[in-house]
């Protein structure tokens, strides 16, 4: 396990939904933080009966036991750096909030986990509201998809041009980092290159655009999960923002590629977090980012 500068072991907690199939949510956000050598915490908010077809079921946690779970983790153990997923309901997210508010706690990735890829609901429609106001307030990072960044700034995306507009109103909801990430996004809105996947980062005011090959495959079960906590493992570490999303990025590439082949469920196959940490590398801003042949290239686009 890394130790920070103060010599302690680097410690991770998620706060969201176990996946029974193991690919999504808590377990996902589990074993790729392992792989990033980070010691990983977890607050269960919801219970999915879930496998690769789809989910069948959804058990909710009561908000005080959330709260008792955050309470253990953190009079005991410590965190470092937190990410939250799968919230569930509004009761949820206000006990994370304030809870997050009381530790005062820099380092937050918020993934807004709304629908799960089959299409069932993972939050309730009416909690959107309360995740803006009380929980972006506290992001350090926020890392929605096309979808959820629709539900976020109110208004269709209809190509790579509003997703820029997107980042920029979501940051006005207060993270300082917006991800609109790019795997639902059609091929054709990234001009001259409809075979990369391209997540667009916003930060400091200025845009920066980290790409890969598109991987045709649809077991991508658990993308955003890991692509998340790859980015809060490495923000624990140390990294910057822009350093961790290039490290998360290039990390989910290798890890769908690494699923394509691969016979676990018989549906959307989850993406194998066994792939290797890609080497690391100082992005620049303003800069559009390809992960070919397993390094970084800068190129102008
Ligand atoms: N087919 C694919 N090949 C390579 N990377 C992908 C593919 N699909 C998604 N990704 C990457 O996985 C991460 C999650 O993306 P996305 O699918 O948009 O989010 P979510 O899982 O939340 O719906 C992003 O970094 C995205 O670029
Ligand atoms: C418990 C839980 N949390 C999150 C997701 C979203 O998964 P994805 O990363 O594929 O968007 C999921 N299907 N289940």
Not at 152 to 174: M, P, Q, T, V
Not at 287 to 294: I, L
């Amino acid at each position: 396990m890394i130790r920070t500068d103060q010599g302690h072991v680097v410690r991770a907690l998620t706060i969201a939904g176990s996946d029974s199939g193991g690919g999504a949510g808590i377990q996902a956000d589990l074993k790729t933080m392992h792989q990033f050598q980070v010691y990983g915490m977890s607050v269960l908010t919801s219970l999915t009966a879930q496998n690769t077809n789809g989910v069948q079921g959804i058990y909710e946690v009561t908000p005080e036991f959330v709260r008792l779970q955050l309470e253990s983790v953190y009079t005991d153990l410590g965190i470092d750096v937190v990410k939250t997923g799968m919230l569930v309901n509004t009761k949820i997210i206000h006990t994370v909030a304030s809870f997050l508010r009381e530790i005062d706690i820099e380092k937050v990735v918020v993934d807004p986990v709304m629908v799960a890829k089959g299409g069932t609901p993972l939050l309730r429609q009416e909690s959107v509201e309360i995740l803006k106001d009380e929980l972006l307030p506290l992001a350090m990072v926020i890392t929605p998809n096309v979808v959820e960044a629709e539900e976020l700034c109110g208004y269709s995306i209809r190509d790579f041009e509003d997703c820029h507009r997107a980042a920029i109103d979501i940051a006005a909801l207060g993270p300082r980092a917006v991800i609109v990430k790019g795997g639902h996004m059609p091929p054709d809105w990234i001009k001259d290159a409809p075979n990369l996947v391209v997540d667009l980062v916003y930060v400091g005011g200025e845009f920066t655009y980290f790409a890969s090959e598109r991987v045709d495959t649809y077991k991508t079960h658990g993308t955003g999960c890991t692509f998340s906590s790859a980015i809060t493992s490495m923000l624990a570490r140390g990294a910057s923002i822009l350093e961790s999303v290039g490290m998360a990025k290039a990390f989910i590439y290798e890890a769908v590629k690494r699923a394509k082949t691969w016979d676990v469920g018989a549906g959307h196959g989850p993406t194998d977090q066994s792939a290797p940490i890609p080497a690391r590398f100082e992005p620049m801003s303003s800069a559009f980012y390809v992960f070919r042949n397993g390094r970084w290239n800068e190129e102008s686009r």
